[in-house]
């Protein structure tokens, strides 16, 4: 049973036992003494509520009992992955991305040496493009003309799909 905020929810003998045995902690601790204890266990044993016995624990630390824990409230969306760790659950949306797939895409292909996937902040993929544009220049170009078709196949991905950067947010 849970508290719902009311306090008008009704208890059975499980919730009561369950409270007096917590007060026996707390008599046993030092927290209550004698008279406190017996005149709490008589409340709680007469308490119909669960605000009844809710005023029983307000001045006594944990262990309260878990009943009258409040219901979890609105809990807001995780945060957007951010490097390696678990994958989001399926269509979870993190938002749109303040940066747009048209100047990535055309980034990308009009300068292909991984400026639009620097653009959109997935910065390993651009490290590795710039590298292959730059080193591909010492042995007879080839690495070049493979950077520039990757580059120019890269950009029309992040045009013709919905591409994301790198906190996981749709690019507009």
Known sequence: MTHGGSGEIRIGDNERQSTIQLLGEHYAQGRLDLEEYEQRVSTASYARTTAELAGLFTDLPAPHPPFLAPTPGFAPPPPPPTGFGPAPPPGYDFGLSDKTKVAAGLLQIFL?????????????????????????????????????????????????????????????
């Open 112 to 172: 292909p040496f991984g400026i639009g996937r620097f653009y959109t902040g997935h910065t390993n993929v651009a490290v590795i493009q710039l590298l292959l544009f730059w080193l591909g220049i010492l042995p007879c170009g080839l690495g070049t003309l493979a950077a520039v078709i990757w580059c120019l196949i890269d950009g029309i991905v992040l045009l013709s799909t919905e591409s994301t950067d790198s906190d996981g947010r749709r690019l507009r």
